[in-house]
């Protein structure tokens, strides 16, 4: 949950608020200004037995001239896909780790009228390094297929709770 000196706003999300869909949460950025929220706008996250699922809603200013999901806001995603998975399904803090590695092949076209999701599965987990690998899924239509390795920081004093 979303606590005090916590940089996330991950909290569970009402049906209502998740489009009538349950077991989602909030997968935000409390400061807004930062690149999750401010470029690939409101995200949420749930758990899926042994994935994780981060989903993202298209805008015009994540298309390209082609009318597509621009790769770039595909690649945003699945950055942020790789922690959310981490905190969702592993045991790791997502806050101060870093990405080592993305490879992404994009085998189909974004369309902006559906929402994008990350589905992220861990394939190891050691005590520094995390191995996953996903897809990014518009219902049964596949546009990217993934994998990549974070490595595990240890928590700064400022992204503890007070």
């Not at 930062?34 to 949420?44: H, K, M, Q, S, W």
């Not at 969702?88 to 929402?115: C, K």
Request: hydrophobic fraction near 35%.
């Amino acid at each position: 949950m979303s606590e005090p000196g916590v940089p996330f706003d991950y909290r569970p999300l009402s049906a209502a608020e998740a489009d009538g869909e349950e077991g989602w949460y909030s997968w935000n950025l409390k400061d807004r200004t930062r690149y999750n929220t401010a470029v690939l706008g409101e995200l949420r996250v749930r758990g899926e037995g042994d994935r994780c699922r981060l989903r993202m809603f298209p805008e015009r200013r994540h298309t390209n001239l082609g009318d597509n999901i621009h790769g770039a806001a595909t690649l945003g995603l699945i950055d942020i896909a790789l922690f959310a998975a981490m905190h969702v399904i592993g045991s790791g803090n997502a806050g101060p780790s870093v990405t080592v590695e993305l490879s992404t092949q994009f085998v189909g076209a974004g369309d902006p009228e559906r929402p994008l999701d990350a589905v992220t599965e861990i394939v190891r987990e050691t005590g520094r390094m995390l191995f996953l690998r996903g897809e990014c899924v518009q219902g049964d239509d596949i546009v990217t297929s993934y994998s990549g390795i974070v490595r595990k920081m240890k928590a700064l004093p400022r992204d503890l709770p007070a």
